[in-house]
């Protein structure tokens, strides 16, 4: 699994409030519509400015607050390829990766605004390419990738019916 964007970076304890608001998480199904509003208490312009597969980019403790799935489907439906991150709250975590959201953790140091990243999953590397730069990365389990290729775990269930991560 291969991605590749540019970085969009915010800081440490990014809340599920500041991925989606509050005041939107109940007045649609629409994820779609959802993503418009994406990050948007932090940076207003944020939708506007993305490009399909670019990457969020953050510093510890991303995804705490609530434990609603709006949160990473919001992002996913942004087209966002991964969020970047020191790392992650638990229940964020585990519901990015059931909907099918890559997480990357590493030193997001080294990571400017609008830096063109390269990141694959599988052999669980980064690339800096504006920076020349190969960023360690913790690498995911067989498993989470197996889920995340597939699509997230609903997907998975569709394909083999149970927990097949053969």
Same mark, same amino acid.
């Given at each position: 699994?291969?991605?590749?964007?540019?970085?969009?970076?915010?800081?440490?304890?990014?809340?599920?409030?500041?991925?989606?608001?509050?005041?939107?998480?109940?007045?649609?199904?629409?994820?779609?519509?959802?993503?418009?509003?994406?990050?948007?208490?932090?940076?207003?312009?944020?939708?506007?400015?993305?490009?399909?597969?670019?990457?969020?980019?953050?510093?510890?403790? %991303?995804?705490?607050?609530?434990?609603?799935? #709006?949160?990473?489907?919001?992002?996913?439906?942004?087209?966002?390829?991964?969020?970047?991150?020191?790392?992650?709250?638990?229940?964020?975590?585990?519901?990015?990766?059931?909907?099918?959201?890559?997480?990357?953790?590493?030193?997001?140091?080294?990571?400017?605004? =609008?830096?063109?990243?390269?990141? @694959?999953?599988? #052999? =669980?590397?980064?690339? @800096?390419?504006?920076?020349?730069?190969?960023?360690?990365?913790?690498?995911?389990?067989?498993?989470?990738?197996?889920?995340?290729?597939?699509?997230?775990?609903?997907?998975? %269930?569709?394909?083999? =019916?149970?927990?097949? %991560?053969?």
């Amino acid at each position: 699994m291969e991605l590749k964007g540019k970085a969009h970076k915010f800081g440490n304890d990014v809340n599920t409030d500041y991925i989606i608001s509050g005041r939107y998480k109940f007045k649609t199904l629409d994820m779609r519509e959802l993503a418009k509003h994406l990050m948007e208490d932090l940076d207003p312009d944020f939708f506007a400015r993305i490009n399909k597969g670019d990457f969020i980019v953050a510093g510890k403790n %991303f995804g705490c607050g609530s434990s609603r799935e #709006q949160a990473p489907l919001a992002i996913i439906n942004a087209d966002i390829s991964a969020v970047i991150a020191k790392s992650f709250a638990r229940i964020f975590y585990r519901n990015a990766i059931n909907t099918g959201l890559p997480l990357i953790e590493c030193d997001t140091d080294l990571i400017d605004p =609008g830096d063109q990243l390269e990141v @694959n999953l599988s #052999q =669980g590397l980064l690339y @800096n390419k504006s920076k020349d730069l190969r960023i360690p990365v913790t690498p995911l389990p067989a498993v989470m990738l197996k889920i995340l290729a597939d699509g997230g775990l609903v997907e998975h %269930f569709k394909k083999y =019916g149970n927990f097949n %991560f053969d």
